[in-house]
Nanobody
Framework: QVQFVESGGGLVQAGGSLRLSCAAS????????VGWYRQAPGKQRDLVAYITNGDGTHYADSVKGRFTASRDNAKNTASLQMNSLKPEDTAIYYC?????????WGQGTQVTVSS
């Protein structure tokens, strides 16, 4: 079964940038869309971006124009470039397949944006 490991989070000032990475094990990574989710304290985990196996992308309105998802199927990795960060982007970020195909959640990576 695929396992995901997220990295690249940190503390950044508003307006700054971070690049998150997602490393996956397993042979089914390349055939599935990969989503980026985030969960802020006291809130549910939300899907904010995903990239299909054909490199099509979709973004939530809250991050559109600021976040860019990419993937490298040969390396079983995905990335999320986050620019113009806002305090409301503060959350734990996770990668996983889309709902219905999601596997066990990894530890996530904390992103904190200070104002």
């Amino acid at each position: 079964q695929v396992q995901f490991v997220e990295s690249g989070g940190g503390l950044v000032q508003a307006g700054g940038s971070l690049r998150l990475s997602c490393a996956a094990s397993g042979s089914t990574f390349g055939i599935n869309a990969v989503g980026w989710y985030r969960q802020a304290p006291g809130k549910q985990r939300d899907l904010v971006a995903y990239i299909t196996n054909g490199d099509g992308t979709h973004y939530a309105d809250s991050v559109k124009g600021r976040f860019t998802a990419s993937r490298d199927n040969a390396k079983n990795t995905a990335s999320l470039q986050m620019n113009s960060l806002k305090p409301e982007d503060t959350a734990i970020y996770y990668c996983n397949f889309l709902p219905g195909q999601a596997v066990a959640w990894g530890q996530g990576t904390q992103v904190t944006v200070s104002s």
